[in-house]
């Protein structure tokens, strides 16, 4: 086992991590590791848009971004994170473009901006255009721009290298460590997928930047990478999760399949309509209509397919109807996205409407951050050198619904905050000692995966979940979905004790790792779902049927779920709240 020794690690080369880098790099000894190639990353999946209130195109300001954020998360947001977001959007965007990131140009050369779900002039007067856009391949490019970036300033990457135990000086599991005592990280410990050998990486700081859990379900815009990974290692540590029974699912995913469609599309003029041809949107919210936020059409369009108003020979999804846009628009700004409806469904978007149904997309929650990045594990105590961002943390900026093209804003400003913050702080830090044998669970987990004799396949476990997951705790939740997919967790985490691989090899053993990831989406999934029964109120992306309204007087709070030590020896949930920060805005009932 190799000893490696860093003043700041970074787990994850997506667009968080990187940003990170780009300013840790320069101010501390910093690696990065990430499982992936970096340009492998989810980031360079994202299509549509990151927003910012530039008012290039139209009159904006950061005050009406951060009130349409507040609103779109059903004030779940926490203010003063949703401010800083909003505020510092502008410089992030321009830092972008001073990197080389080829953005589109209006006419005279500005930067420009499309509309894009929620967001509004005026706190909901019309739809405004903030989204700065690269075609639809913005993530590409974003993800392209800071690895060159990267490269250029020689920061140190250990690529296909994944992370698989976080360590603390503390143990936090049992709960009792008092909130004044001092729990700092001391690093992770690895594994290289090219040998199979182990990596201890000590640190004074260690960022989060492992992206989204998308994984969980079976119908998702997701990368199979995104299995979660930094939730579950923190979770498992005795850190909280905040907020995680809020996913959202984007309501134009390709049906049948999940592929996402962006909703630059509709920003740009596609037109939701049902079996009888009807823009229903237009009932659901009379002022934005198709571009209202993503909660409210993926609901909306699961309600018409319910209704019987669905298309197809099954009734069971609605069409994306683009024919009405020129051909040579449709070219130049949604020219990836055409193309898959081309590949995978077979349609031709200048002639046919596509048929489209909600994917699951965003994990609004994770692991529970302060404005600077550094990880909670308390509603108010910090780990010492500890730090998340990207879709891994919840700030929370996202509150109970993301708007779209808000989460590559967030990765570049909380990746930003948090590379700055873990490099100012192992400057004043000593190097924490290492636990006993650090490498020793991950040993013991591996080893047990591969010397099973189980009879249990993770394709199969992982398939149930997936399915189990879509079932239950998908766009619409009642109480007895919930507990029939808790259920079924239950068992599968059961059967999960007796899994085996076949590949019992030390080399690429990629056979092994998705069992370890399985592992991960089992605990996760037990997460979502234990605080989608809890929280009994519909706010954004959880939408409970038994309980249908918002309910502020019980649930304006955030949810911390830990994982704690039970009584008969084994582990289990345990739930606790903490409060939201509201500044300017107060809960309004929520319209468009
Ligand atoms: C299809 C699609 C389109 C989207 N379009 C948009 C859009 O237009 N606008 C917008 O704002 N948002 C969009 N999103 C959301 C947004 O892209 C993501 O939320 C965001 O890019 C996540 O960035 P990240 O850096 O947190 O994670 P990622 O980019 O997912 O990177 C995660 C990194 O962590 C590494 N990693 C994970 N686990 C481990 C481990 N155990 N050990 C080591 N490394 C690990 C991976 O290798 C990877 O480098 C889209 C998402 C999808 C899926």
Redesign the pocket.
């Known amino acids: 086992m190799q000893t490696h020794q860093y003043d700041v690690v970074i787990?994850?080369?997506?667009?968080?991590?990187m940003r990170a880098a780009l300013e840790s790099s320069t101010r501390a000894r910093t690696a990065v590791?990430?499982?992936?190639y970096?340009t492998r990353?989810?980031?360079g999946?994202?299509?549509?848009?990151?927003c910012a209130a530039l008012g290039n195109v139209e009159e904006d300001n950061w005050e009406w971004h951060t009130f349409d954020t507040v609103k779109g998360g059903d004030y779940l947001v926490d203010q003063d994170a949703a401010e800083v977001m909003a505020k510092e959007a502008i410089d992030a965007v321009l830092d972008l473009e001073h990197m080389g990131l080829p953005f589109n140009r209006t006419p005279d050369g500005k930067i420009d901006q499309r509309r894009f779900g929620g967001h509004t002039r005026n706190h909901g007067e019309a739809a405004v255009r903030r989204a700065c856009y690269a075609a639809d391949r913005?993530?590409h490019m974003i993800l392209q721009t800071l690895y060159q970036q990267c490269v250029k300033q020689d920061v140190a990457f250990f690529n296909e290298?994944?992370?698989?135990d976080l360590l603390l000086t503390h143990d936090l599991m049992a709960g009792d460590v008092p909130a004044d005592e001092e729990v700092k990280v001391a690093g992770v410990v690895?594994h290289d997928l090219a040998t199979g050998e182990l990596h201890v990486f000590r640190a004074k700081s260690v960022i989060l930047?492992?992206?989204?859990a998308?994984k969980i379900y079976k119908t998702t815009?997701?990368?199979h990478?995104?299995t979660g990974?930094?939730m579950a290692l923190a979770y498992r540590k005795g850190i909280p999760l905040e907020d995680m029974e809020f996913f959202q699912f984007h309501p134009t995913g390709l049906a049948g399949l999940g592929i996402?469609l962006?909703e630059a599309a509709r920003g740009e003029g596609g037109i939701l309509r049902n079996s009888e041809g009807e823009r229903f949107m237009e009932r659901y919210a009379p002022t934005i209509k198709d571009l209202a936020p993503r909660d409210m059409v993926a609901r909306a369009m699961a309600n018409e397919v319910r209704e019987g108003r669905g298309c197809g020979p099954n009734k069971d999804y609605v069409l994306l109807d683009l024919t009405h846009l020129e051909p040579a628009h449709i070219d130049a700004k949604l020219p990836d996205i055409t193309e898959f409806a081309r590949t995978y469904l077979g349609v031709e978007p200048y002639t046919e409407p596509v048929p489209v149904y909600p994917t699951a997309?965003?994990a609004m929650g994770g692991v529970p951050t302060t404005i600077r990045g550094e990880v909670l594990r308390t509603n108010t105590a910090v780990v010492g050198g500890l730090y998340a961002a990207?879709?891994?943390a919840c700030v929370s900026v996202h509150g109970a619904n993301r708007l779209?093209?808000?989460?590559?804003?967030d990765?570049n400003v909380f990746?930003k905050r948090a590379g700055i913050a873990a490099a100012e702080y192992s400057a004043a830090a000593e190097l924490p000692e290492l636990p006993e044998s650090p490498g020793a669970a991950v040993t013991a987990l591996l080893d047990r995966v591969l010397g099973g004799d189980g009879t249990e396949k993770v394709a199969v476990l992982r398939r149930e979940l997936q399915e189990a997951m879509d079932a239950g705790a998908q766009v619409f939740r009642t109480a007895e979905s919930l507990e029939a997919t808790l259920a079924t967790i239950g068992s599968l985490k059961e059967r999960y004790a007796s899994v085996a691989v076949q590949d019992k090899g030390k080399q690429f053993n990629t056979d092994l790792l998705e069992a370890v990831e399985l592992g991960f989406l089992l605990d996760l999934a037990e997460v979502v779902v234990v605080g989608a029964l809890a929280r009994e109120e519909s706010r954004g992306g959880h939408f409970r049927e038994d309980f249908p309204a918002r309910d502020d007087a019980r649930f304006l709070q955030h949810t911390m779920a830990y994982l704690r030590q039970a009584p008969d020896g084994g582990t289990q949930v345990e739930l606790g709240a903490k409060p939201v920060t509201i500044t300017r805005y107060q809960p309004m009932e929520r319209k468009y």
């Open positions: 787990v994850g080369a997506g667009g968080a991590g590791l990430s499982k992936l970096p990353s989810h980031t999946a994202a299509q549509g848009g990151m913005t993530g290298v994944y992370a698989l690895a930047a492992t992206g989204g998308g815009s997701n990368a990478t995104l990974d930094g996402l962006s997309h965003y990207g879709e891994v779209g093209t808000n989460s590559l804003l990765i990746g």
